[in-house]
């Protein structure tokens, strides 16, 4: 309940978590490396680096009926494709 606590303030207010990143830039571990997006942040909770390194999240679209797309590769891909898949979900490419 806590992050959902934290969601009801937010009042407007952006959400970066600590992956946070300007858009193509390298994916941070630590709050300290997001800094400049502070600014447009009502909150700022550090739970220490992420120990899984700079791999960056899994981004899926999922714009199309029963289907998705891998945006972005990430640290959970093989877990987001299984779950995506688990729930009747087709997995489309680009080809």
């Not at 199309?64 to 490419?93: C, M, N, S, W, Y």
Request: hydrophobic letters at 40%; glycine letters at 8%.
């Amino acid at each position: 309940d806590f992050i959902r606590s934290v969601v009801m303030g937010l009042e407007g207010k952006a959400l970066a978590l600590t992956s946070a990143n300007i858009s193509k830039e390298q994916s941070t571990v630590a709050v300290e490396e997001f800094q400049s997006l502070w600014q447009h942040c009502k909150y700022v909770f550090d739970g220490g680096n992420l120990q899984a390194g700079r791999a960056g999240s899994t981004v899926i679209d999922l714009s199309v009926p029963q289907r998705f797309r891998i945006v972005r590769d990430g640290v959970v891909r093989e877990q987001t494709v299984k779950l995506a898949e688990e729930h009747g979900l087709e997995l489309h490419t680009d080809d």
